[in-house]
């Protein structure tokens, strides 16, 4: 039969099989994170990182919420210069572990800085930041819109 030896298996064994293959992937991914470590360590320690952005856009402000759990307000950064916000945040820590009655310390360090465009303007003086139950709230009250002015051609 034509284009049997194309085929990359032969009759009786089983075709390859990508998916599962990735399946194996993202397992060998969880046991790694799972081990101890830095990257294990830093993802236990902080939970999502870096954290997602919550945007409110009311009439006067917007509202920035961002979830930081155990993040210290002194580890925090936030930065606004016309539209843009950024903020940024460094933890590390350690800890002592004891396995099968063996000791170690692991030690483990994360940082992140996100950027957020805003959709108007805003005015850095007047904006307002607190950091309460591992929630940074930031409000950003927005600054009136620049006048249009005709400029002549000469």
């Not at 307000?73 to 950024?86: H, I, N, P, S, T």
């Not at 933890?91 to 959709?119: C, D, I, M, V, W």
């Not at 003086?125 to 591992?134: L, N, Q």
Request: proline share 9%; charged share 30%.
């Amino acid at each position: 039969m034509f284009g049997k030896e194309l085929l990359p298996w032969r009759r009786g064994e089983s075709p390859w099989r990508p998916f599962e293959e990735m399946r194996g992937l993202a397992r060998a991914f969880e046991r790694a994170l799972a081990a101890p470590g830095p990257a294990a360590g830093a993802v236990r320690e902080l939970g999502a990182w870096p954290p997602e952005f919550d945007l409110q856009d009311t009439p006067k402000e917007f509202i920035v919420s961002v979830k930081v759990p155990g993040v210290a307000k002194e580890a925090l950064q936030v930065e606004v210069a016309g539209a843009r916000l950024r903020i940024r945040a460094q933890q590390g820590g350690e800890r002592e572990l004891r396995k099968h009655g063996g000791r170690g310390r692991e030690r483990y360090f994360a940082s992140f800085a996100r950027s957020l465009n805003l959709p108007a303007p805003v005015k850095p003086d007047e904006t307002r930041a607190t950091c309460r139950d591992g929630v940074l709230e930031i409000h950003l009250p927005k600054a009136k819109p620049t006048d249009v002015r005709r400029v002549d051609i000469q």
